[in-house]
């Protein structure tokens, strides 16, 4: 396959690079986030023994309370191998060396996969070739870099999706558009460096996500990867995070006489208190700001949204202000051992005399989340589930500019469903050995556009083509049910790099008036990584 000839050098270097290095035992500062391999931490995570900040991730895990789960998770099930090529398939990473002051690791990564679409008829199948590397110099300074070049067929209602947007949801731009095969690159870096305990610096390209639960209504994982810059800092009970980063909208309206894609800086501020053992609350602030209005008057980097405090920057919420503000409030209950309550509010904009009203007012934006999740269920050590609602009202995360829109290369930065919906989720996730289980129960209730008319669901569009300035209710538009159920058993070969035999069986149904849609789909293969790849929405 042409993707595997394209990185045939790279491995004849690599495998030059694992000969010529005397071998030693090293670890990752940086642990990428996936849902999947963050829950295994649960148990730590919402003991009422801790008081760890568990709102921000991904972690950094060499310095925190969850490293001795860490290192079990990265030995789990180990037989350790007397050949050299049994290790570096089992046991460790493929280049892992240890020196006085450094340490450096490396890993080819593998991920193909194949199945088939009953529903639709079709085979789906990807082939990826991937690369990481990462190390440290010093207590201070740690790296990591991913990259990988994919091809794909997908089932499809993914495959609408990317046509119709022209981006792999949470991975890249879509490289053959218009086709059913799709193919595309994603990549990731971190630069970190930690001058003292309670300072953290980080440049990179990647995702940051805020909350306890599977999705977040005020910062998601589900875009593709962007470019930022971030601050933390923790103090004891309180940890603060500031985050500046630049984003793309590919699909707004191009400015006169420029056919390039419109920019945003995106400025992030999260504070995060832990009140006691058991009680946790944060405070998070968003400004989505167009770096040209549209006219094409350049707008740059701006230093008083910058502010690294939190809410000091103006309310930007009066209707036709180009910048966009989003406030949210975040809370923690451990309600037993192991087990906690949590939620989110999202405000988008706020006008007291709608918000304290029930005129269904466009401009009365906001979402919020509830849910509960816990680690060895019924006293049964790996067993650990989630049981979520979410929901945003009409117009929600949009702007009257579709540019300061909440959103990164087309894509939602909160809940994939946009606005307009209520969602239940559930999920049990138990992990006994090398052997990991997952199943999910998805159901949603939105309303799409239908006649050409915005009911709201659509983060895209302005919000002043709003098909009511009142009188607005949640599910108005096209009234679609969507259910989902997924699960998937997997084994894993070598923890290091995640790589794992998987298999897959997933079943989908969204349905209206107008259609009926299901996808019935199954799949098996070899994957690695910790990359978050979804596909229930």
């Keep these: 396959m042409h993707l595997l000839n394209k990185y045939k050098k790279g491995l004849i270097i690599l495998a030059i690079t694992i000969s010529a290095i005397n071998m030693a035992t090293a670890q990752s ?11 295994k931490f649960s148990a730590d995570l919402y003991s009422t023994d801790t008081r760890i900040h568990t709102a921000i991730k991904p972690y950094f895990v060499d310095d925190s309370l969850i490293k001795k789960t860490y290192d079990s998770l990265m030995n789990v099930g180990v037989k350790q191998r007397s050949t050299w090529l049994g290790r570096k398939v089992f046991n460790e990473h493929q280049i892992d060396v240890k020196g006085g002051n450094y340490t450096l690791y490396g890993d080819f990564l593998p991920d193909v996969g194949v199945g088939r679409d009953f529903s639709g008829h079709t ?42 947007s022209y981006y792999i949801p949470g991975e890249g731009k879509d490289l053959n558009p218009g086709q059913n095969t799709k193919n595309w690159l994603y990549s990731s870096f971190l630069l ?22 599977y999705r977040s209504m005020l910062l998601s994982d589900f875009a593709s990867n962007y470019p930022f810059f971030k601050i933390n800092v923790t103090l004891g009970n309180v940890k603060y995070m500031t985050m500046y980063a630049f984003m793309d909208d590919p699909n707004a309206p191009k400015i ?32 989505m700001a167009a770096t040209r209005d549209s006219t094409g008057q350049k707008r740059g980097f701006d230093p008083s949204l910058a502010s690294p405090f939190i809410f000091l920057p103006t309310m930007n919420n009066s209707e036709h202000d180009p910048d966009k503000n989003l406030l ?70 949009s702007s009257f500019d579709q540019t300061s829109n909440y959103s990164q290369d087309d894509q939602p930065l909160a809940d994939p469903f946009g606005a307009n919906f209520r969602e239940w989720v559930g999920i ?46 949640l599910g108005q538009g096209l009234a679609t049910d969507y259910y989902y159920a997924q699960g998937k058993v997997a084994y894993l070969l070598n923890p290091k790099y995640n790589l794992r035999l998987e298999f897959s069986a997933l079943y989908r149904d969204e349905k209206n008036s107008m259609f009926n849609a299901k996808t019935t789909l199954f799949t098996i293969g070899l994957r690695s990584s910790f990359r978050n790849i979804y596909t229930d929405f």
């Design 29 to 39: 500062d940086y642990q990428p986030y996936s849902y999947q391999f963050y829950q």
């Design 123 to 164: 085979s789906v199948w990807n082939t990826t070739i991937g690369y990481q590397m990462g190390g440290s110099i010093g207590n201070k300074f740690s790296f990591y870099g991913s990259i990988y070049e994919n091809e794909a067929q997908f089932p499809t209602y993914i495959t609408q999706l990317i046509n119709s």
């Design 192 to 213: 970190s460096y930690t001058p003292i305990k309670y300072v953290n610096f980080t440049l990179g390209k990647d995702k940051t996500f805020i909350g306890d639960g």
């Design 256 to 287: 006169p006489g420029d056919n390039s894609t419109r920019k945003k800086w995106g400025y992030f501020q999260y504070v995060d208190w832990n009140v006691s053992k058991r009680f946790s609350v944060g405070l998070f602030q968003n400004v």
């Design 328 to 397: 949210g409030l975040t809370s923690k209950f451990k309600i037993f051992n192991k087990t906690i309550l949590y939620g989110q509010f999202a405000l988008n904009e706020f006008r007291a005399q709608d918000f304290f009203s029930s005129d269904g007012a466009y401009t009365n934006k906001f979402g919020f989340q509830l849910g509960v999740r816990g680690a060895d269920l019924f006293h049964v050590q790996g067993l650990n589930y989630l049981a979520e609602y979410n929901s945003a009202k009409p117009y929600t995360y």
């Design 428 to 473: 049990l996730n138990y992990s006994v050995g090398r052997f990991d289980f997952q199943g999910q129960l998805d159901y949603a209730y939105f309303g799409l556009d239908v006649d050409g008319l915005d009911y709201g669901q659509n983060i895209f569009i302005s919000y002043n083509d709003a098909v009511h300035k009142f009188g607005n209710y």
